[in-house]
């Protein structure tokens, strides 16, 4: 079964310095990986994904991921903290079944991200 | 028009209650999807439909009934809830992952159930 694990309930970071938060994942098959955001009170947002190609991967509000085969991680990183990105953050794989139909994430438990001022 | 739109945003029943939580896309994804979450913890899925037809339950109990009356359109019925039900209930839309396409989710804001 397709799955995602963040080792991390919480990770503090001060604004202004990089932040990373990490996810590391368990597939068959070539792997769909995505970043969503949650701030309270709100639903999912979609931050960015991995599918194939360059293994650094682009997304919103100045984030990025690094997806590494050999140590089956998808971490998320953004070079400099702000305090608005204080949020609930999920990493996700994507279901496998026959056909290509639809299929679902399943998410890791999350990572609370609290950014200092 | 980038938006999962969902209502009603909060809804408080009592146990012998029945109604209906409702989602609508307007992206042209052929495929729709509830989820459920309870605080802190991260969604799960419960429904996925494609093509207007339920490919996916989730061993959810029956007291959840969805439907999907055209490929806009999402409602989750509930009849009979229990207090552990409370949860926000989520719903998303994606392209089916044929063709190239990714299938990344867009979820819309939820609905926050309380069941007394």
């Known amino acids: 079964a397709q799955s995602v694990a963040q080792p991390e309930d919480q990770v503090n970071v001060a604004e202004g310095n990089p932040l990373t938060v990490k996810c590391t994942y368990s597939?068959?098959?070539?792997?769909?990986l995505f970043w969503y955001v949650q701030y309270p009170n709100r639903g999912l947002q979609f931050l960015l994904k991995?599918?194939?190609?360059?293994?650094l991967v682009k997304g919103s509000y100045g984030f990025e991921a690094e997806f590494n085969k050999s140590q089956t991680s998808f971490h998320l990183k953004k070079p400099s903290a702000l305090v608005s990105d204080s949020a609930l953050y999920f990493c996700?794989?994507?279901?496998?079944?026959?056909?290509?139909?639809?299929?679902?994430?399943?998410f890791g438990k999350g990572t609370h991200l609290i950014i200092q001022p | 028009d980038t938006e999962v739109t969902q209502t009603p945003k909060h809804l408080v029943m009592g146990m012998t209650n029945k109604k209906s939580l409702k989602c609508e896309q307007h992206?042209?994804?052929?495929?729709m999807y509830w989820y459920k979450q309870k605080a802190k913890k991260p969604p799960e899925l419960m429904f996925v439909?494609?093509?207007?037809?339920?490919?996916i339950n989730e061993s959810v109990p029956s007291r959840f009934s969805p439907e999907c009356p055209n490929s806009s359109l999402l409602n989750l019925h509930l009849h009979a809830l229990q207090p552990e039900d409370s949860a926000l209930y989520l719903c998303?839309?994606?392209?089916?992952?044929?063709?190239?396409?990714?299938?990344?989710?867009?979820f819309g804001e939820g609905s926050r159930l309380t069941v007394l």
């Open positions: 998303a839309s994606s392209n089916l992952m044929l063709a190239g396409n990714t299938g990344e989710l867009f």
């Open positions: 597939v068959s098959g070539n792997p769909y």
């Open positions: 991995y599918i194939t190609g360059d293994n």
């Open positions: 996700a794989v994507r279901r496998i079944v026959s056909g290509g139909g639809a299929d679902g994430l399943t």
């Open positions: 992206m042209g994804h052929r495929a």
């Open positions: 439909y494609s093509y207007e037809k339920l490919s």
